[in-house]
């Protein structure tokens, strides 16, 4: 959510930035979603992740605190490469977050997306319309 103008100076111009940050962001994962990616791994779209201690560890402090803890969903792949767009939804007070071009490596899955199972068509023996008619019925139905 954005701050009213009074509490923030940049309030209008944050406001645009994050309009359009969502705008951009709808756009990639579109993108993303019609190219199939070659070497996929095992994160794949809508897999829930997070940030490795490992990599937490090497931030300044702020960007630490503004990913610990954080769970969020891989959008796609960025511009045909291996690194990845994350989006972390709105946490308590920490705003919405959308990452570009994660390495794969700094990031750990938590959930894999669920797979649609196929369900198997049900199989009718005939319907009406695959009878065969008769000549008397076709003379009747064309006339």
């Not at 490795?52 to 959008?75: F, I, K, N, P, W």
């Not at 750990?108 to 196929?118: D, F, K, N, T």
Request: proline letters at 8%; a neutral charge; glycine letters at 6%.
């Amino acid at each position: 959510m954005v701050a009213p103008d009074h509490d923030c100076p940049y309030g209008p111009k944050l406001r645009l930035l994050q309009q359009a940050n969502k705008l951009l962001g709808k756009a990639f994962i579109h993108l993303n979603q019609s190219i199939s990616m070659p070497n996929d791994s095992e994160l794949q779209v809508n897999a829930k992740v997070r940030f490795t201690h490992e990599r937490l560890s090497v931030l300044m402090a702020h960007d630490r605190r503004r990913l610990e803890g954080r769970v969020g969903t891989v959008q796609g792949r960025w511009q045909g490469t291996r690194k990845l767009t994350v989006y972390f939804p709105q946490d308590g007070s920490r705003a919405e977050l959308r990452i570009l071009q994660i390495d794969p490596r700094h990031i750990e899955l938590v959930e894999q997306p669920p797979v649609a199972e196929e369900l198997p068509s049900p199989l009718i023996d005939k319907a009406p319309s695959d009878q065969k008619m008769s000549q008397e019925e076709l003379d009747k139905l064309f006339g």
